[in-house]
């Protein structure tokens, strides 16, 4: 019922910046909650920031300051503004979209690696 494509990812310095998109299509309608996840090897899938419809923002400590979570309703976009990165940033990046019915959808995942 939604599809999602996520782009942005990459190979950064330490202290530079990416911004990741996570585009919907579909029935996006009555999607309620939008957010970004993070995973590394070994460790388990953990939230970084996330929204609601009302406009409501949520981010783990370890990137409040650095990361914003934004959307474009025209576009069915949210993204995510990654600055200062750090090293312990790198991970593979997934969007996650829920709607009513109990109806979760996530993206491919994209990796953000930041090395120097």
């Known amino acids: 019922q939604v599809q999602l494509v996520e782009s942005g990812g990459g190979l950064v310095q330490p202290g530079g910046s990416l911004r990741l998109a996570c585009v919907a299509s579909g029935r996006t309608f009555d999607i309620y909650h939008m957010g970004w996840f993070r995973q590394a090897p070994g460790k388990e899938r953990e939230l970084v920031a996330e929204m609601t419809r009302a406009g409501t923002t949520n981010y783990a400590d370890y990137v409040k300051g650095r990361f914003t979570i934004s959307g474009d309703n025209a576009k069915n976009t949210i993204y995510l503004q990654m600055n200062s990165l750090r090293p312990e940033d790198t991970a593979a990046y997934f969007c996650?979209?829920?709607?009513?019915?109990?109806?979760?959808?996530w993206g491919q995942g994209t990796q953000v690696t930041v090395s120097s």
């Open positions: 996650r979209f829920t709607a009513y019915g109990a109806r979760i959808y």
